[in-house]
Structure formats: structure tokens, C-alpha cells
């Protein structure tokens, strides 16, 4: 209970789960509150919770040593401790838990393409530069995580669009050269599917592709599949239910509000319902068994509207929109949250994060990237062990 590792997202969890052993046996349980108390991160409670639950819990007001807690958190709190405080990370009171994902930023582009490598803790809402010098400058790539191993597909070096595929191992942080896709291509599309990663769209000196490949990690082997009913670069991809959506994008002349599904199993693609708003440099996302539309470019206006397509009616409906327009920009589903970080603001490239809650509908700020860029990509890895030694500010 007292573990960094244990995985809640909420520490009113944790309290909950005290007074339901208490109650299984309250006359041998009564007194160990005092002691699994302190074990409650109450400092990073909500603070209605604390004040409404914990402090008037019948237990808690009748315990001396409860007591004295309680009052030990709401100094924290309120900031009312005169002497200097401890950092979020020595205090135990509001330490956070480690987290079960990390989200990983790569690369990207302010002013030139960048070699930055940014990790993301949820828990402790803060971001790490982990770059590694041996890491290649890169923009425009498409990245997915599959199978231990993060894939960085595509994209711009800085001088030319290229097609090669860089494998890293985020827990041992090497880089592994896989065999390069047919076409070379930058802001691709990239999803994993059954075992296998997708390479969509893109484009060569601003000639969008319809083009399609396949890749397989085992036989480490890329092959070409039936094409898009569209060209479009610029686009955003993303896999539900065993198929594969892919939204918007610019088809050379204008932004697109198209929309395709792709069935692995008739290998088509077939049109279904656009979105209410063309859009190209979005980002889409699967949440909550739906698709997320998000941000973009149409025409010269910077979006911040959100749209979401469920596939059980085929419609599309718009939902609250993001605090700030951004286009180019990161998207990742992290803790059960929709969180999008970095792009264009409309007047300049952008560190700020936020993120959003299907729950309430609302969105929320998180912690600025380390630096601001655009063009990066972003996948979330399992928070293995070696990766929280480094990934994390602890």
C-alpha cells in the first residue's frame, strides 16, 4: 500500500480499500488505522475529498495519532508549514506512484529538426530529457510502439524525406537500423495492427501519396498493399476494433475532411462519413471506443475544435474544444486521458500540454514539454522498471 509501484490513479482508492479491511473485521482492525493511514497519499487528494471524507471519518477523529495526520496534511495543503518544505518527491504525503505508462516525444522541428527525446510521467505530471547524442535529428516520422520496441518511420532528416525505420529498445536505449519502407515519406501515417505496423499517405516534395505498406517485425520485411481511395499527407491514423481509420489531411490543394477505413481482413479501404471539418496536421486518436478528431489546419485557420465518430451510428459529433488552436502537434491516450502536446499555435511553435477527460468533458493543463517543437512524434511505452530509473524525475 505504501509502494511507489502500487497502480491508482486515485489515492481516494486507496483510502477506500483501508475501510473496506477495517469493516471485513472492525473489532481486531479498528486500530490499525493509524498506521495504514500515512500510507494514503492525502496530500494528493482532491481537497474537497479530504476535508468532506477523511478528516470527518468517525475512525480518523477518534484515533490521537489520525489526528495528528491530518493535521500534517492539511499544512501541506494549505501551505501553511513555516519551515522549508520538502520536494514533491521526499515528502510521503504527496509523493506520487509510479506510473504503468510512460509517454515518449521524439524528435521534431523550431527553427531546424531536433534529435530531443522527452519522457512524460502522468502520475507526477512532469516531463525528462532523455536524449541521447547518438540520437539522428528528425521531423515528420510517424512512431508507434510494438512489441518492446518503439519504431520511428520516415520523415525528414533535415536535408532530404527518407524511408528508413530506426528501431529503438526503450529499456536498454540502443538503436537498431530495420529494413527501409518502399517510398520514402514525410509526415506519414503509422498504426499497429494484428502484429503488424501501417505506413500510410505522406508526401515526396509535397506530392501527397495514396500509398499503403505493411511491415512486418518477424521477417523484418515491408509490403505494399492496396492503396487509399485518397492522396492525403498531413493526415492522423489510428486503429479501433481491429481496423484501421485514417481522417483528413491535404490532398495538395485543399484540406480534407475524408475519412477511410481499412479492413485487414477484405484488404479494402472504403470512404465512411466525413468529418463536419476539413482538416489536415490534426491529430486522431482511439478514446473510450470512439474516434478523436482533433485541431488541425483548414485553409489558414488553426483549430481548436475537437470532433469524435462513433461506429455504431457512423456520425460524427463535435465536443469541447482545446484551450488553445494547435496544429502539428502530439497526441497520445496516457491514464485514461486524451493528452495533446507541443505543434502550432497559429503564431508560433508551442511546449504547452493538455489534456482531456471523457468523464467530465473537460479539458485540463499538464506540465510544459521541456522545449517547444512541432512535427515530433509520440507513442506511450510500458513503465518497465529500467525505464522508470531514468524516465522519471525521482
Known sequence: MERDELNVREEDVVFHA????IEHDPATREAH????????RMARMDPEYFMKIVKKNDLVKANAACRRIISDVMKVIYDLDDESPLSDFENPLIRPRLPSDVLL???GWNMGTTNCIDAYDTRADRWVDITQEEQSNLAGHGMVYHNGFVYCIGGFDGQHFINSVRRYDPITREWQQMAPMHWHRCNVSVVVLDGFIYAMGGH???RPLNKVERYNPV????TQIEPMNERRSDASATTLNGKIYICGGHSGTESLSTVECFDPLTNEWS???PMSTPRHSLGVTAYKGKIYAVGGI????HLQTMEVYDHTTNRWHAVAPMSTPRSEFGIAVVDDLLFVMGGHDGFRVTNKVECYDAGTGSWYRAQDMSRARKH????VVPAHPRIIKYASPR
Not at 483548414?298 to 485557420?301: E, G, I, K, L, V
Not at 515530433?376 to 507513442?379: A, I, V, W, Y
Open 271 to 273: 470512404l465512411i462519413t
Open 204 to 206: 515526396i516534395v509535397f
Open 219 to 222: 521477417t523484418n520485411e515491408w
Open 376 to 379: 515530433f512524434s509520440c507513442c
Open 18 to 21: 483501508i475501510l473496506r479491511w
Open 298 to 301: 483548414n485553409r489558414s485557420d
Open 33 to 40: 488505522i493509524s498506521v495504514l493511514l500515512p500510507k494514503v
Open 105 to 107: 516525444a521524439v524528435g
